[in-house]
């Protein structure tokens, strides 16, 4: 196992423009770090230079104790998974699997071990004779991280590797992946655009937006007091709702004293609750989702200009249809103010 520390690191290809910003991050000796954020804001790139792939414009990356901006690849003991399996198709499931150490001159005895070992963690040792191409895809993905686990390495990188998984098997394999972080204890950096994938895997989650670091810290914090309007907008299953906050001024109360005329409201739609119209933010139904043990209600405001989200549980929307009247309010301490550049505002 090793930590990563990433001191002011840039990215740039010749003239252009900067693809990563002067980051800073601190990855602990056995975390699972998780970078998420929309394509080409830079986070694959980050970790394709972790892994020795693409070269560091600016800045310091340690491994452990050593600097490794020079360091080669395959010296820096990291193993990386990527989205394609990059299978050998001619080659057996063991083979493949044992394929590096193989190279590496490990005995055979040593080699058949550890892929035995492994196989059985990922519950594939009833595959280790066969052919990728009889594999399912969530049963090839294992065997792309079952080959990279009979290395040892001291840090693991993933860069996308649930992507080309139906969603069932996302699911199934996500629960495998955090299981197996569990039991090996090593050092984890994985890269997703699926924030239901971070905020699930990742010890803390590190919200990339053009290049920039926007907020870092646990899952949960993340959800819960986002450091800008970016994050708040990315993290959450469905996407926050956004007011001007002239919008619902004097329908309920506001966290936030003062001019709210430049001013932007954010609130969850699971932290909305629906009342008679005259109670709350009038509104009228457009559209209801059923979604089985809850519903999406979508509202638009009277006047027409924006529309809101509400999420419900159970049978709450039975008695809701399209183009009936409704009031919404926001609960108790859920609601967020954000000023014009985009940055949270502590409430008082």
């Known amino acids: 196992m090793a930590s990563i520390s990433l001191r002011g690191i840039r990215k740039s290809y010749g003239d252009g423009p900067e693809v990563v910003k002067g980051l800073d991050l601190e990855i602990a000796n056995g975390e699972f770090m998780v970078f998420v954020g929309p394509s080409g804001c830079g986070k694959s790139t980050l970790l394709r230079m972790i892994a020795g792939l693409e070269d560091i414009s600016a800045g310091q990356m340690l491994i452990g104790d050593t600097l490794a901006n020079e360091v080669p690849p395959a010296e820096r ?21 044992g394929f590096a150490l193989k190279m590496a001159k490990v005995p055979e005895a040593q080699v058949r071990e550890a892929v035995n070992k492994v196989a059985e963690i990922l519950q594939i040792s009833h595959h280790l004779d066969h052919k990728p191409k009889a594999l399912s895809g969530g049963e090839r993905q294992r065997v792309a991280i079952g080959r990279a686990i009979v290395r040892q390495p001291k840090v693991f990188l993933f860069d996308e590797p649930l992507s080309n998984l139906d969603a069932s098997l996302r699911v199934q394999t996500r629960i495998e992946l955090a299981k197996l972080h569990q039991e090996l204890g090593t050092t984890m950096v994985y890269v997703t655009h699926d924030q239901v994938e971070a905020m699930t895997l ?3 989650v590190a919200v990339f937006n053009g290049g920039h670091m926007e907020q870092v810290g646990a899952p949960l914090e993340l959800y819960q007091q986002p450091a800008s309007r970016f994050v708040a907008g990315f993290i959450g299953a469905l996407r926050m709702n956004f007011l001007p906050c002239l919008e619902v001024a004097g329908r309920f109360a506001l966290p936030h004293a003062g001019d709210l005329g430049k001013l932007t409201l954010g609130i969850r739609p699971e932290h909305l609750s629906i009342v008679a119209p005259e109670q709350g933010c009038p509104a009228r139904i457009s559209l209801i989702e059923q979604l089985g043990d809850a519903q999406i209600v979508h509202a638009t405001l009277d006047g ?20 009936q009247r409704i009031g919404f309010v926001p609960q108790q301490n859920k609601a967020f103010l954000f000023d014009p550049a985009g940055r949270a505002l502590a409430a008082h």
């Open 202 to 204: 990742g010890d803390r």
């Open 77 to 97: 003991g990291i193993a990386m998974v990527f989205q394609s399996y990059a299978l050998y198709p001619h080659m057996s499931v063991r083979d493949n699997m």
């Open 304 to 323: 027409g200009a924006h529309t809101v989200a509400i999420k419900l549980h159970g049978d709450q929307a039975t008695q809701l249809r399209p183009e």
